[in-house]
């Protein structure tokens, strides 16, 4: 018998309750919560057949589908680990990661058969490799390299709550992205905290357009939807028009993305004449909603509720529900149920009362067992039996929470902190900026100063002068840029964050050209950061 908390048997539960019930529709195939159980059964039993063990990973390179979904519950009851890793790397990148992951299997779509084939010839011992699907892995397994040692536990048979589920690596904005590992528990507990405040009911239709090799391509309403028999819209892609059509046509009720998602959506010619009515409320993460954003959606009748998490806590943390979001735009909201947050001093480590600013920590069933093989990284984020988040949030006398900006971008001008989220959200405010980031170089005078990026609206010319001006009426001095540079775009992560390390570095396709220094001129001449 499984633990109390395993995933195995939420399609089993689903396929007994509502069996001919659409659990997933794959770019308009649809399939029943009776084929899903089914057919991630048959899978689970031909892994422990062909002699996989308990506990191996199983790496995959894949868009978002419903053969990746079979495999993953197949995983589920098989005491095997899913490892989605991202297409969207170059070979030397997910040789790294397969280097790490040490998957007992490959399984690849057809699409990026490419990239991984020439990441798998970067290793010592690829990996056995094979397709997904009903004529790939599901026809059968290969065998796997390990023969079964005596006393390992075969795959199948009993899965314990604290066995690793999911393991996702870190969006590797910096150097050394880590494996993130999620047990069962741990899925279980993050969704049950975000039924109790996003709730998904039976007759929900959930867009999910989050990629799949992230937590919240799974952990941020697809898990709890086929876990209350909604059904799950799967895109692979981000097409602002298609979107909206998929609303339409699906009559989807809810939906998770990030602000540059709905800011897409919202500058679409066909956004004003869509019909959302279907659309009553949607998740938003990854970074606060600008204030025009927000309002933007709230004057077509959509529900906005604003979160924050990390994928070390399952990825839910806080939420601001939507009855709240107008009132406390900038908010990140308050704890999940069955989530502990604290804040503590950023020096000292010190937990703080009230009112404060610090580091957020995190505790509770959410929170992951550890990275993969790294020991001392994991010790160093669970340290005081809490997680570090490395995010410095502000807590107001009511409890709730705002994110400053990560502590590591936090940069020192003059000896003044300066956070690039507040410069940010300042130059967002000028109607001729669509998207700003902020960044520090050296500086002979001040140590450190900043430098912004901004794309500017089309049919909007607004200059350097201007843009600093506007700063300058609204932030302390020393928080004022040093120099404007206008972009064509900003480089982002997987998830469409903005990639600060990458900021005033090409990115691949677009020309030098595009980046138009304009220097401060005098609005940034400083007297001094007093």
């Known amino acids: ?24 529709d794959d770019r308009g195939v649809r399939l029943s919560y009776r084929e899903l159980d089914t057919r991630a059964a048959a899978l689970a039993g031909a892994f422990q057949d062909a ?50 992951a040490d998957p007992a299997l490959l399984l690849v779509e057809d699409e990026f058969s490419s990239v991984a084939a020439a ?10 490799a094979a397709p997904l699907g009903r004529t790939g892995i599901e026809a059968g397994p290969p065998p796997p390299l390990h023969l079964l040692p005596p006393g390992e536990r075969p795959a199948g048979g009993t899965t314990d709550d604290d066995d690793p589920l999911l393991m996702v690596f870190t969006s590797g904005t910096q150097a050394d992205p880590k494996a993130v590992v999620l047990s069962h528990a741990n899925c279980f507990w993050t969704n049950l905290s975000l039924s109790r405040t996003a709730e998904i009911g039976s007759h929900d239709v959930v867009l999910a357009v ?14 709890l939807a086929w876990w209350t028999g909604a059904t799950v819209v799967l895109e692979r892609t981000f097409d602002a028009g298609r979107i909206l ?29 869509a019909d959302l009515s279907s659309l009553g409320r949607a998740v938003v993460g990854g970074a606060p909603m600008p204030a025009p954003l927000l309002r933007t959606w709230h004057s077509r009748g959509v529900a906005l509720a604003q979160g924050y998490g990390l994928s070390e806590a399952g990825p839910n943390v806080l939420c601001l529900p939507e009855e709240e979001a107008e009132a406390r735009i900038g908010m990140a909201g308050k704890p999940y149920p ?27 069933p959410g929170v992951f067992q550890g990275y ?20 410095l949030v502000e807590r107001d006398a009511d409890g709730y929470l705002r994110v400053i900006d990560r502590l590591k971008d936090i940069y020192i001008s003059g ?77 982002r992560t997987s998830l469409h964050k903005i990639a600060r390390s990458r900021l005033g570095k090409p990115e691949p396709g677009v020309p030098a050209t595009s980046l138009h220094d304009q220097p401060a001129g005098p609005v940034s001449h400083r007297q001094d950061n007093a």
């Open 245 to 273: 059509q998929l609303i339409e046509d699906r009559r989807v009720t809810t939906m998770m993305g990030v602000p540059a998602n709905y800011l897409m959506l919202a500058s679409h010619p066909r956004f004003a004449s």
């Open 51 to 100: 002699g996989y063990r308990h506990g191996d990973r199983i790496a995959t390179v894949t868009g978002n589908s419903a053969d990746h979904v079979v495999l993953f519950f197949a995983c589920a009851k098989a005491g095997l680990v899913l490892v989605p890793l991202s297409w969207r790397l170059s070979a030397r990148e997910l040789a790294a990661q397969l280097q790490l």
């Open 338 to 364: 069955h989530v502990d947050v604290a804040v503590a001093d950023p020096v000292t480590g010190e937990l703080q009362a009230g009112p404060c600013t610090g580091e957020l920590l995190v505790a509770g």
């Open 119 to 128: 990441a798998a010839s970067r290793l010592p011992v690829p990996p056995p």
């Open 372 to 391: 993969f093989r790294n020991p001392e990284a994991t010790a160093a984020a669970l340290a005081g039996g809490w997680l570090h988040t490395g995010d």
């Open 1 to 24: 018998m499984s633990g109390l908390h395993t995933l195995g048997r939420w399609t089993a539960d689903r396929a007994l309750a509502t069996p001919d019930r659409t659990a997933i």
């Open 415 to 491: 000896g003044e902190n300066v956070a690039p989220a507040e410069v940010e959200a300042v130059l967002r405010e000028h109607p001729a900026v669509a998207e700003a980031a902020v960044t520090s170089v050296p500086d002979p005078q001040w140590g450190e100063t900043g430098i912004a990026y901004v794309v500017r609206r089309p049919g909007t010319a607004a200059d350097a002068l201007e843009l600093l001006e506007h700063c300058s009426a609204r932030l302390a001095r020393f928080k004022v840029p040093s120099r404007i540079s206008f972009v064509d775009g900003l480089p």
């Open 210 to 223: 989050l990629p799949q090799f992230h937590a919240g391509g799974w952990n941020i309403q697809p898990l």
